[in-house]
């Protein structure tokens, strides 16, 4: 009866509507407010504007009419506004979301009158309960009621982030009350969520931030963005993943996102925060040891993971022989890792990508960060440029490590000394709605000597430059600049006439555009471009002073381009089935100014084979590699908390590191694919389960995966790397194989939480050829060094109050693949060492425990600093792991040793206050 009422008003003021005349006004307002406007509209004609001040507090017009018509004028002003107007005689009326009906459609009141024509045409009440009015739950009235709009449900889309930092949140959960409509946010904390027209109460949930809980009222598509408070309660907690609903739902396979405010309790060596050591003890991703720089997923070399720190390049990721990252904890937001299913845009890696991401500065006050340990110093400052619009965050690590090396075991590492630093500095600006612009520069530098009479330095530069635009509400573009350069040198003076000072450089520019489309609720389509330009100086060596009987030398420099454009499509089938699929397809060429020999094709390649060289002038073409890699992978939910994932991901990779040592080091050059060198190619399959217990308290998730590999590199016995112009004599290429399980459970609530992670992984190299000196271990499979079958971590944190807690780790890792000598013979006279098969033994197993203690300062909001103390002891049983094994002989005898890197338990005291 109420309904029928108000409808009945409506009816009779709509058979007294003022029809509009003709008549034309001129205006011009420069940032002026909605209020005054209205104002000046009443002093120059003879209309009055109805409305309430709270729908227009805040909204400021810039605009010009010229000859105009009044309705033409209010329809413009009020546009991206929730208010609708209707003008009765000389009377402009507003009206917040709903209309004033002029004229009821035909059989209104009839029964037989369709259910569309009424949904479109009904004015939406809603009543807010005492209930919800003490719970703060806020009514937003996000779009307008349109008589051309006659659909029973309409989209809600806009972005999460942080209220206090601005910084975008991704995996939130969003769900509609009473429906099983849900959202989850992505990487930059855009949603898009199919509500009912009308009333709708949403929900926003993530780790880490208080939910919030919203009316919409909802009459046709609309944009609204959500602002969350973050959660003191997440101060505790030592979580990897952010999402338990992201861990069942995701599409993609292999993916561990790693927040850095997650990590702070897990105790770690000389209470450096580290998150790419904490990437170690996730399944799939391990190292070689302490000591030891670069890390191998699913089998992969070091030099073929991808690390992306604001889309630019790090060649060299890690700082003080490996033992810590080049990554400033406090200025990072997140670390993306893909192991299994690499998005399409990446290219140019087999077997991951880290992507970094530096977090954006507070545009609202001064903030800062600072962290005071044994070893190392951390200061971080944040300051708005521009109020609310722009920011700048810088922050700065250094060493003065040089003590922890007198006490270590090596007697060779106890007389050397070591220093770095890295400094960056991120600018981001939100030029308007639409556009953000972010800039971030990059410096680290390492110094140390192992010998009294060598120095060695390696230094890692880079800059990039992000445009992100918002292009409508459902396409947006991002515009990549990046640079990036690594050097490496040596700098050797020693007693004899022999002095030098070596050098390498690696350079690389890129420039890529990408589109992100949401075509409509089920598909969202990815495109884009790249183009990267390599330039190597293999190296060079230069003698230092007169004396010196070191002849200069440098390598000729190489040069290539890497190009590529990519398509992938988010496809989501139904509740159940989704798919991601993705083809991208990658051209290289190798550029001179280059001389390149030519050789026998009956015998191996050597000096003794060389037939001719060709000449190539500055970038001609060499030689051209191009394929296609196809990217897919699949979920689906037999319920909402089990789900089962699939994926197919091929790779190419045309730079590589030239190495003969066990482990990755900073001398390793790299190298691109040229006449003789090709591409390294991987295919990979990968299968998972992913479970949720108990709602969200905790996860499992068993994956494996198996990887066929082309192409890669490795080097013939004794081989020459380095100042080698013709290095392609030194180095083989054959096939490899990898397969493991991973296993990782987690629990992710209560004062108990933590993970453990389990993986069973093997790697297989084969080199063969017709040529007995270009075969390895008679050419059958053989381990690679880095082959580790059984790696076990466990991650435990346990909150004793609000502010106390303790952690603890375990680590366990098989020993690693080793060649030894297994006997000695005698020819002419000389006494020689027989080796065995290339990797036919192992190291002993590595064991590791390291326990922490955690004090958080008061949790009060209004003082001028929050205080973190964190006590850990780094391998507490100070078992003597290996690092390497060398033999030596000594009066006919080969004797073996053990170099270790921490053989004793290492205390830590670091103090971090914010402020």
Same mark, same amino acid.
């Given at each position: 009866?109420?309904?029928?009422?108000?409808?009945?008003?409506?009816?009779?003021?709509?058979?007294?509507?003022?029809?509009?005349?003709?008549?034309?006004?001129?205006?011009?307002?420069?940032?002026?407010?909605?209020?005054?406007?209205?104002?000046?509209?009443?002093?120059?004609?003879?209309?009055?504007?109805?409305?309430?001040?709270?729908?227009?507090?805040?909204?400021?017009?810039?605009?010009?009419?010229?000859?105009?018509? =009044?309705?033409?004028?209010?329809?413009?002003?009020?546009?991206?506004?929730?208010?609708?107007?209707?003008?009765?005689?000389?009377?402009?009326?507003?009206? #917040?979301?709903?209309?004033?009906?002029?004229?009821?459609?035909?059989?209104?009141?009839?029964?037989?009158?369709?259910?569309?024509?009424?949904?479109?045409?009904?004015?939406?009440?809603?009543?807010?309960?005492?209930?919800?009015?003490?719970?703060?739950?806020? !009514?937003?009235?996000?779009?307008?009621?349109?008589?051309?709009?006659?659909?029973?449900?309409?989209?809600?889309?806009?972005?999460?982030?942080?209220?206090?930092?601005?910084?975008?949140?991704?995996?939130?959960?969003?769900?509609?009350?009473?429906?099983?409509?849900?959202?989850?946010?992505?990487?930059?904390?855009?949603?898009?969520?199919?509500?009912?027209?009308?009333?709708?109460?949403?929900?926003?949930?993530?780790?880490?931030?208080? !939910?919030?809980?919203?009316?919409?009222?909802?009459?046709?598509?609309?944009?609204?963005?959500?602002?969350?408070?973050?959660?003191?309660?997440?101060?505790?907690?030592? #979580?990897?993943?952010?999402?338990?609903?992201?861990?069942?739902?995701?599409?993609?396979?292999?993916?561990?996102?790693?927040?850095?405010?997650?990590?702070?309790?897990?105790?770690?060596?000389?209470?450096?925060?580290?998150?790419?050591?904490?990437?170690?003890?996730?399944?799939?991703?391990?190292?070689?040891?302490?000591?030891?720089?670069?890390?191998?997923?699913?089998?992969?070399?070091?030099?073929?993971?991808?690390?992306?720190?604001?889309?630019?390049?790090?060649?060299?990721?890690?700082?003080?022989?490996?033992?810590?990252?080049?990554?400033?904890?406090?200025?990072?937001?997140?670390?993306?890792?893909?192991?299994?299913?690499?998005?399409?845009?990446?290219?140019?890696?087999?077997?991951?990508?880290?992507?970094?991401?530096?977090?954006?500065?507070?545009?609202?006050?001064?903030?800062?960060?600072?962290?005071?340990?044994?070893?190392?110093?951390?200061?971080?400052?944040?300051?708005?440029?521009?109020?609310?619009?722009?920011?700048?965050?810088?922050?700065?690590?250094?060493?003065?490590?040089?003590?922890?090396?007198?006490?270590?075991?090596?007697?060779?590492?106890?007389?050397?000394?070591?220093?770095?630093?890295?400094?960056? #500095?991120?600018?981001?600006?939100?030029?308007?709605?639409?556009?953000?612009?972010?800039?971030?520069?990059?410096?680290?530098?390492?110094?140390?000597?192992?010998?009294?009479?060598?120095?060695?330095?390696?230094?890692?530069?880079?800059?990039?430059?992000?445009?992100?635009?918002?292009?409508?509400?459902?396409?947006?573009?991002?515009?990549?600049?990046?640079?990036?350069?690594?050097?490496?040198?040596?700098?050797?003076?020693?007693?004899?006439?022999?002095?030098?000072?070596?050098?390498?450089?690696?350079?690389?520019?890129?420039?890529?555009?990408?589109? %992100?489309?949401?075509?409509?609720?089920?598909?969202?389509?990815?495109?884009?471009? /790249?183009?990267?330009?390599?330039?190597?100086?293999?190296?060079?060596?230069?003698?230092?002073?007169?004396?010196?009987?070191?002849?200069?030398?440098?390598?000729?420099?190489?040069?290539?381009?890497?190009?590529?454009?990519?398509?992938?499509?988010?496809?989501?089938?139904?509740?159940?089935? /989704?798919?991601?699929?993705?083809?991208?397809?990658?051209?290289?060429?190798?550029?001179?100014?280059?001389?390149?020999?030519?050789?026998?094709?009956?015998?191996?390649?050597?000096?003794?084979?060389?037939?001719?060289?060709?000449?190539?002038?500055?970038?001609?073409?060499?030689?051209?590699?191009?394929?296609?890699?196809?990217?897919?992978?699949?979920?689906?939910?037999?319920?909402?908390?089990?789900?089962?994932?699939?994926?197919?991901?091929?790779?190419?990779?045309?730079?590589?590191?030239?190495? %003969?040592?066990?482990?990755?080091?900073?001398?390793?050059?790299?190298?691109?694919?040229?006449?003789?060198?090709?591409?390294?190619?991987?295919?990979?399959?990968?299968?998972?389960?992913?479970? %949720?217990?108990?709602?969200?308290?905790?996860?499992?998730?068993?994956?494996?995966?198996?990887?066929?590999?082309?192409? !890669?590199?490795?080097?013939?016995?004794?081989?020459?790397?380095?100042?080698?112009?013709?290095?392609?004599?030194?180095?083989?290429?054959?096939?490899?194989?990898?397969?493991?399980?991973?296993?990782?459970?987690?629990?992710?609530?209560?004062?108990?939480?933590?993970?453990?992670?389990?993986?069973?992984?093997? !790697?297989?190299?084969?080199?063969?050829?017709?040529?007995?000196?270009?075969?390895?271990?008679?050419?059958?499979?053989?381990?690679? %060094?880095?082959?580790?079958?059984?790696?076990?971590?466990? =991650?435990?944190?346990?909150?004793?109050?609000?502010?106390?807690?303790?952690?603890?780790?375990?680590?366990?890792?098989?020993?690693?693949?080793?060649?030894?000598?297994?006997?000695?013979?005698?020819?002419?006279?000389?006494?020689?060492?027989?080796?065995?098969?290339?990797?036919?033994?192992?190291?002993?197993?590595?064991?590791?425990?390291?326990?922490?203690?955690?004090?958080?300062?008061?949790?009060?909001?209004?003082?001028?600093?929050?205080?973190?103390?964190?006590?850990?002891?780094?391998?507490?049983?100070?078992?003597?792991?290996?690092?390497?094994?060398?033999?030596?002989?000594?009066?006919?005898?080969?004797?073996?040793?053990?170099?270790?890197?921490?053989?004793?338990?290492?205390?830590?005291?670091?103090?971090?206050?914010?402020?």
């Amino acid at each position: 009866m109420k309904r029928l009422i108000i409808l009945s008003f409506f009816f009779i003021i709509s058979n007294q509507l003022y029809s509009q005349d003709n008549q034309k006004y001129s205006f011009a307002f420069d940032t002026v407010s909605l209020k005054e406007v209205f104002f000046e509209i009443e002093s120059k004609t003879d209309y009055k504007i109805y409305f309430l001040e709270d729908w227009i507090k805040g909204k400021m017009i810039t605009r010009e009419f010229a000859n105009q018509s =009044v309705d033409k004028i209010m329809e413009d002003l009020l546009k991206g506004t929730s208010l609708n107007f209707k003008i009765i005689d000389e009377k402009i009326i507003l009206t #917040l979301g709903n209309m004033i009906i002029s004229n009821l459609p035909n059989n209104y009141f009839s029964e037989e009158k369709q259910p569309s024509e009424q949904k479109s045409q009904d004015p939406i009440f809603f009543k807010e309960s005492v209930e919800e009015i003490k719970r703060g739950i806020e !009514t937003v009235i996000v779009s307008k009621q349109n008589a051309n709009d006659t659909k029973s449900t309409y989209k809600l889309s806009g972005k999460a982030i942080n209220r206090f930092t601005g910084d975008p949140i991704p995996n939130l959960t969003i769900q509609a009350k009473g429906t099983n409509n849900f959202a989850i946010t992505d990487f930059d904390g855009n949603y898009s969520i199919e509500l009912n027209r009308g009333e709708s109460i949403i929900t926003a949930q993530a780790m880490g931030m208080n !939910t919030l809980v919203k009316r919409i009222i909802l009459y046709n598509d609309g944009e609204y963005n959500l602002e969350l408070n973050e959660s003191l309660e997440s101060l505790s907690e030592v #979580l990897i993943n952010t999402s338990a609903q992201a861990n069942v739902r995701n599409t993609l396979t292999g993916v561990s996102r790693i927040e850095i405010q997650d990590i702070k309790n897990i105790p770690l060596v000389l209470g450096e925060r580290d998150i790419l050591k904490v990437a170690t003890t996730l399944p799939g991703i391990s190292s070689a040891g302490e000591g030891a720089i670069g890390y191998n997923v699913r089998g992969g070399k070091a030099d073929q993971n991808l690390f992306l720190l604001d889309g630019a390049s790090i060649y060299n990721p890690t700082h003080f022989f490996g033992i810590f990252s080049a990554i400033n904890p406090f200025t990072t937001d997140a670390a993306q890792v893909y192991k299994g299913s690499i998005p399409a845009k990446y290219g140019g890696r087999l077997a991951s990508v880290f992507e970094i991401s530096t977090k954006n500065g507070s545009k609202e006050k001064f903030k800062g960060e600072v962290s005071i340990g044994p070893v190392t110093g951390n200061v971080t400052i944040e300051t708005p440029i521009v109020e609310g619009k722009s920011s700048i965050v810088i922050g700065g690590r250094g060493t003065y490590s040089d003590w922890i090396l007198n006490n270590l075991d090596d007697p060779v590492l106890k007389n050397s000394k070591a220093s770095f630093y890295d400094f960056i #500095l991120k600018y981001n600006h939100e030029i308007d709605e639409k556009n953000d612009l972010s800039v971030t520069g990059y410096h680290s530098s390492d110094l140390f000597n192992i010998t009294i009479d060598s120095v060695y330095s390696y230094t890692n530069t880079l800059a990039s430059v992000n445009w992100d635009r918002k292009i409508s509400e459902d396409t947006r573009s991002n515009l990549k600049l990046a640079h990036s350069r690594y050097q490496f040198g040596i700098e050797f003076e020693g007693r004899a006439n022999n002095n030098f000072d070596f050098g390498f450089d690696l350079q690389e520019t890129e420039i890529s555009y990408g589109l %992100n489309h949401l075509i409509n609720e089920k598909h969202r389509l990815e495109v884009g471009l /790249s183009s990267k330009l390599y330039s190597i100086n293999p190296g060079s060596i230069e003698p230092i002073g007169e004396e010196s009987i070191v002849t200069p030398f440098a390598v000729n420099n190489e040069n290539g381009l890497e190009s590529a454009i990519y398509v992938s499509d988010e496809w989501t089938l139904s509740e159940k089935l /989704s798919v991601n699929a993705g083809l991208r397809f990658s051209v290289f060429n190798f550029l001179g100014e280059t001389t390149q020999r030519t050789y026998s094709p009956d015998a191996p390649l050597s000096d003794a084979t060389v037939t001719g060289a060709d000449e190539f002038g500055n970038n001609e073409i060499v030689e051209t590699y191009a394929g296609p890699e196809i990217r897919v992978s699949a979920r689906y939910l037999f319920n909402p908390s089990f789900s089962l994932r699939g994926a197919y991901n091929s790779t190419l990779q045309y730079i590589h590191t030239l190495s %003969n040592n066990t482990t990755a080091s900073p001398i390793d050059t790299w190298k691109l694919s040229d006449r003789f060198i090709e591409p390294q190619r991987s295919e990979q399959y990968s299968l998972g389960l992913f479970k %949720n217990l108990n709602g969200t308290k905790y996860e499992l998730s068993l994956e494996g995966y198996y990887k066929n590999l082309e192409n !890669t590199l490795d080097y013939k016995v004794g081989g020459q790397l380095i100042l080698n112009e013709f290095v392609e004599t030194e180095v083989l290429q054959g096939d490899g194989k990898s397969y493991g399980v991973e296993l990782l459970m987690k629990k992710n609530e209560g004062n108990l939480n933590g993970y453990l992670g389990y993986s069973y992984s093997r !790697t297989f190299y084969r080199l063969d050829s017709q040529f007995a000196e270009e075969r390895v271990n008679q050419g059958d499979f053989f381990p690679a %060094n880095f082959d580790i079958p059984h790696e076990l971590s466990l =991650v435990l944190n346990y909150k004793l109050t609000k502010r106390y807690s303790f952690s603890g780790n375990f680590i366990y890792q098989t020993g690693r693949p080793v060649t030894f000598p297994v006997g000695a013979f005698q020819e002419g006279g000389n006494n020689y060492v027989l080796f065995s098969d290339r990797n036919q033994f192992r190291i002993p197993d590595y064991f590791r425990v390291d326990l922490g203690i955690n004090i958080e300062g008061n949790h009060r909001i209004q003082k001028f600093a929050h205080s973190f103390w964190n006590i850990s002891v780094y391998n507490v049983l100070g078992r003597n792991n290996p690092y390497s094994t060398f033999f030596v002989t000594d009066n006919g005898q080969v004797r073996a040793f053990q170099s270790s890197i921490f053989t004793v338990p290492i205390p830590t005291i670091t103090y971090n206050f914010k402020f």
